[in-house]
């Protein structure tokens, strides 16, 4: 199946810095999204973006499906932004319809 | 536009016992995924069902499996419990499938004395 590598597993930040979060995977997809889950454990959907490039307020994406990566860039970080940073492909095309979780980037903003 | 809803959100039960639990799709939704995050194996995938029909099956024991109604909602059931089935047990709901936004519930946590 798929691997889904995600980098780096833990960040610490200071509010109000930037960071880059990556997702590598191992076969092609057309499939990819980022999720956050809060501390409380809930799954948000942040991003379904199988290529190119999406931005939404403070946080933007990139999938570059050709080289088998993905980056989630969040700005001016928020204590609120604290948790866990998912990425999950699938490729339907291989008759797949079930998504592959990577382990996840826990990111903690200090205040 | 209610989000997804899974039922009860906590649960304890016992070694050899089964389960059931409930998930309500986003009104509109047709595909309804399961999924059982644990600390050691991350998020896993159990099931996918789309129009009442099972599209997809992880990788777990015949122990595990699901069902969907007509009108989209599903549930899942676990039975002769074991100890390693504690876990958080998440649904999440699309329009067409995982080529299409996942929207998960809030989970239930299972476990398992």
């Known amino acids: 199946g798929i691997q889904v590598e995600q980098s780096p597993p833990d960040l610490i930040l200071q509010e109000g810095a930037n960071s880059t979060l990556r997702c590598n995977f191992s076969?092609?997809?057309?499939?990819l999204q980022w999720f956050h889950q809060n501390p409380w454990g809930q799954l948000i959907n942040l991003f379904y973006i199988p290529s190119g490039t999406k931005q939404n307020g403070r946080l933007s994406a990139t999938t570059v499906a050709t080289e088998r990566y993905s980056l989630l860039y969040i700005s001016s970080s928020q204590t609120t932004d604290s948790g866990v940073y998912f990425c999950?492909?699938?490729?339907?095309?291989?008759?797949?319809?079930?998504?592959?979780f990577g382990k996840g980037t826990k990111l903690s903003v200090i205040p | 536009k209610a989000g997804v809803t899974q039922t009860p959100r906590y649960l304890i039960k016992t070694r050899g016992q089964q389960v059931t639990l409930s998930c309500s799709p986003i009104?509109?939704?047709?595909?309804v995924s399961w999924y059982q995050q644990t600390p050691g194996q991350g998020l896993q995938f159990l099931f996918e069902?789309?129009?009442?029909?099972?599209?997809n099956k992880g990788n777990f024991p015949g122990r595990f499996s699901g069902r969907q109604f007509s009108n989209s909602r599903s549930e899942m059931n676990v039975s002769t419990l074991e100890l390693g089935d504690s876990a958080l047990y998440l649904c999440?709901?699309?329009?067409?499938?995982?080529?299409?936004?996942?929207?998960f519930g809030n989970g239930t946590r299972l476990t398992v004395t």
């Open positions: 009104s509109g939704h047709r595909s």
């Open positions: 999440a709901s699309s329009l067409e499938g995982p080529n299409s936004p996942l929207h």
């Open positions: 069902y789309f129009s009442e029909t099972q599209r």
């Open positions: 076969d092609s997809v057309n499939n």
């Open positions: 999950a492909v699938g490729n339907s095309g291989a008759g797949s319809y079930q998504l592959t």
